[in-house]
């Protein structure tokens, strides 16, 4: 599996695309956190009673309100290990790994 390289300063001078710190804002106070570039975890999604556009309830849960309120909501949920975004659509996931490549998807482990 190949990843692409990415830009150093947005990873805090690493040069390994698939891990880097990242320094996600918020207002609370949040677990150390890792980064995982161009991946994402299949399966191993929290159920939160979240429902689709006809009322029926989905078994996973999407968030919608940006990456600090993803990551808040899963250091506040006992289950929820990482967030698995493409920049739009936030996912909670009861597990940080096995990570898949998928281009324009990243997971952000909390370490906790």
Same mark, same amino acid.
Request: proline fraction near 5%; include cysteine.
């Given at each position: 599996?190949s990843?692409?390289?990415?830009?150093?300063e947005?990873?805090d001078?690493? !040069?390994d695309a698939?891990?880097?710190?990242?320094?996600? /804002?918020? !207002?609370? &106070?949040?677990?150390?956190?890792r980064?995982?570039?161009? =991946?994402?975890?299949?399966?191993h999604?929290?159920d =939160?009673?979240?429902?689709? @556009? !006809?009322?029926?309830?989905?078994?996973?849960?999407?968030?919608n309100?940006g990456? /600090?309120?993803?990551?808040?909501?899963?250091?506040?949920?006992?289950?929820c290990k990482?967030?698995? &975004?493409?920049? @739009?659509?936030?996912y909670?996931?009861?597990?940080?790994? /096995? =990570?898949?490549y998928?281009?324009g998807?990243?997971?952000v482990?909390?370490?906790?």
């Amino acid at each position: 599996m190949s990843h692409k390289p990415v830009d150093n300063e947005a990873t805090d001078g690493k !040069t390994d695309a698939t891990e880097a710190e990242a320094d996600v /804002p918020s !207002t609370g &106070t949040l677990e150390p956190q890792r980064l995982y570039l161009s =991946c994402d975890i299949e399966g191993h999604d929290i159920d =939160c009673g979240n429902k689709d @556009y !006809t009322g029926n309830k989905v078994p996973y849960c999407q968030l919608n309100n940006g990456l /600090p309120a993803a990551v808040k909501a899963c250091s506040r949920n006992k289950d929820c290990k990482a967030v698995v &975004t493409d920049n @739009y659509n936030f996912y909670l996931k009861s597990k940080s790994a /096995p =990570c898949q490549y998928r281009e324009g998807w990243m997971v952000v482990a909390l370490d906790k």
